[in-house]
């Protein structure tokens, strides 16, 4: 299982180097945007599929060991949160502090809200 774990971690970063990429180059065309909305975007995204995988899980669609090779190998390798605090960091630096606290709250409340949601469409979903 650790091989699958390590394998499906590599492929995560590989997923969350490719949309970081994209997001950054429609997001920055003109170079105006300071917000890093691509990290956001991705802690959203897996934490969004960490809550599908927990409540996959907990009705019994899915064995543990798929859920913990998928969560703690791909979401592990695709999640960024440390990038997340460097950015806010850097805005702090760059003395946008506004822009730093705004991005430090979603940086902490998207994630949840798309944890929730997931909750929400298992539980509306009858699969709960």
């Known amino acids: 299982m650790i091989w699958m774990i390590c394998l499906f971690g590599g492929i995560g ?9 994209s997001i950054q180059r429609s997001w920055n065309r003109a170079g105006k945007h300071g917000f890093p909305l691509a990290t956001l975007v991705i802690n959203g995204v897996a934490s969004l599929c960490a ?32 990038t997340a605090l460097n950015e806010v960091l850097s805005l702090i630096r760059k003395r946008r502090f506004a822009m730093a606290v705004g991005y430090g709250a979603a940086t902490v409340l998207v994630p949840l809200a798309c944890v929730a949601i997931a909750f929400g469409i298992a539980l509306l979903g009858g699969h709960a």
């Open 51 to 82: 809550g599908i995988a927990m409540m996959s899980y907990y009705s019994q669609s899915v064995d543990m060991e798929t859920v913990m090779t998928f969560v703690v190998g791909f979401l592990g390798g695709f999640s960024t949160f440390s």
């Open 13 to 21: 970063a590989m997923a969350r180097y490719v949309l970081d990429v």
